[in-house]
């Protein structure tokens, strides 16, 4: 098929390198030069604008963009996707976004006779450079149905979450809650600790009882439970602490907009704050248990 793909940065640089991988053509466009010479050194073709790239005889377009305000521009805005592409092009926005705009621009595509289609990611920069990818896709079965092979090409797990903008929807629950819940572990296991238990031992405990879950099994924020972990290599790599308190802003101005509380969501939100502001942003956000232990 032939694709276009804007927005080559840390995910969306090795999900259009996968594209091409799998014998798709693919048209590219990013503000970062660098970034699209890297995609026509693996093979891609390069567009000078969005414009270029919708008019480039595209099938789909797919966007991988930091937040809202960088999608609105590429698609709503003068010399955008929407003023160029012909009706019928499939649109897929993979940014983490709001629901809410989500849906205002797939509004929008609509109008302009293109189906679109939510498809924020779970799985990190390992599972876009593996093609491993959780895709959670929001839009019409119709359009579900014509996404996954160009879906396929990225990812392993590709979900139809229901109407447009519940993919996004899936998206910023799922991440509140794993912002919370590291939270919870990392006051639970700094409190086992400062009573005199040893962190494995009672990360064991933890993981055959009721408190486990993916952040006390797969990512223990306490050094030295995971010998892999993050917490085990000074907190580099895995999820940013910045992109959490990203994904926990969306979950709560979402539910702004439909006056439902999320208490702990937003309890989590300062806190990720909190440790932003004293210059952690960038350490995977299980270093949150840095606020509960003195010695780190
Ligand atoms: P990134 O900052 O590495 O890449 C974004 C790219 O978009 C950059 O190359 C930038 O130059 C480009 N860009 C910005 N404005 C543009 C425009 N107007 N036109 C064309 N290109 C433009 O971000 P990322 O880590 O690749 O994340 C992309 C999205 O995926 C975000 O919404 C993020 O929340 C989400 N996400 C990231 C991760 C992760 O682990 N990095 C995991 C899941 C989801």
Known sequence: MN????????????????????????????????????LVEAGAKEATSPGAVASADVEAIITMLPAAAHVKQVYLGDGGLLANVPSGVLLIDSSTIDPMSAREVAEAAAKNGNPMLDAPVSGGTI????????????????????????????????????????????????????????????????????????????????????????ASEINNPFPGVLEN???????????????MLKDLGLASEAAKQVRQPVILGGLAQQLYQVFSMQGHGGLDFSAIIKLYRQED
């Open 3 to 38: 694709i276009g793909f804007l927005g080559l940065g840390n995910m969306g640089g090795p999900m259009a390198r996968n594209l091409l991988k799998a014998g798709h053509h693919v048209t590219v466009f990013d503000l970062s030069a660098a970034a699209v010479s890297g």
């Open 127 to 214: 599972g876009a450079a593996a093609g491993t990818l959780t895709f959670m896709v929001g839009g019409s079965e119709a359009d579900f149905q014509k996404a996954q092979p160009i879906l396929a090409a990225m990812g392993k797990n590709i979900v139809h979450c229901g109407d447009t903008g519940n993919g996004q929807v899936a998206k910023v629950a799922n991440n509140m809650l794993l912002g919370i819940s590291m939270i919870g572990v990392a006051e639970a296991m700094s409190l086992g600790v400062a009573l005199g238990m040893d962190a494995k031992v009672l990360a064991g405990i933890i993981n055959s009882s009721s408190g486990r879950c993916w």
């Open 229 to 243: 972990g993050p917490a085990s290599r000074g907190y580099s790599g895995g999820f940013g602490t910045d992109l």
